[in-house]
Nanobody
């Protein structure tokens, strides 16, 4: 049974930091490309950051320089370090895993709320 379990969300003031973790089980984690997506109320889910199986990373423009995605294949985890948080970062954050084009698995999401 495949599981992606996110943790680390919460309430933080603007300018603060949060560290999200996603623990994967039931898959050969090292061969999966991983990503963090987010969805704010009334908006579509959007990609925040991605990391390939080889460790290459990419970010949406609005989080570049503030967020860092990383992975630990020994621990089957992917982490999103979020600094200098803004109210517009408020959303439910989801971890996703894919082999090729489409995402095969998603976590249940973790709420991030940034107060102004």
């Amino acid at each position: 049974q495949v599981q992606l379990v996110e943790s680390g969300g919460g309430l933080v003031q603007a300018g603060g930091s949060l560290r999200l973790s996603c623990a994967a089980s039931g898959i050969t984690f090292s061969i999966y490309h991983m990503a963090w997506y987010r969805q704010a109320p009334g908006k579509q889910r959007e990609v925040v950051a991605t990391i390939t199986s080889g460790g290459s990373t990419d970010y949406r423009d609005s989080v570049k320089g503030r967020f860092t995605i990383s992975r630990d294949n020994a621990k089957n985890t992917v982490v999103l370090q979020m600094n200098s948080l803004k109210p517009e970062d408020t959303a439910v954050y989801y971890c996703g895993a894919r082999r090729v084009k489409s995402y095969d698995y998603w976590g249940q999401g973790t709420q991030v709320t940034v107060s102004s």
